[in-house]
Nanobody, 123 residues
């Protein structure tokens, strides 16, 4: 069992930055790939960024060049660093851990979710 706790959401102006931490309940990064999803009202949940056990990162086209997914192994934490935010980035953001060592995001792997944190981009 893995517990994930996100924080750091809030209201930010367009063009601003926000950093979302996701803390895992134990050391998991050697066997779990980490990812961030988001879901806006009326939309399906969207995969935003991933970090595999091999250290590879990948991003949705909509956030490429603006978001990064740094990881801190010592703190059992992964982050979503969001820069140049746009109103269309408004959503609930979820941290996800998948028990997989594949080089790509494994949609079939056992996985765990955080509770989500709201990000609103508005002036």
């Amino acid at each position: 069992q893995v517990q994930l706790v996100e924080s750091g959401g809030g209201l930010v102006q367009p063009g601003g930055s926000l950093r979302l931490p996701c803390a895992a309940s134990r050391s998991i990064f050697s066997t779990y790939a980490m990812g961030w999803y988001r879901q806006a009202p009326g939309n399906q949940r969207e995969l935003v960024a991933t970090f595999t056990t091999g250290g590879s990162t990948n991003y949705a086209d909509s956030v490429k060049g603006r978001f990064t997914i740094p990881r801190d192994d010592a703190k059992n934490a992964v982050y979503l660093q969001m820069n140049s935010l746009k109103p269309e980035d408004t959503a609930v953001y979820y941290c996800n851990a998948r028990q997989s060592s594949r080089s790509t995001w494994d949609m079939t792997a056992q996985n765990y979710w955080g509770q989500g944190t709201q990000v609103t981009v508005s002036s």
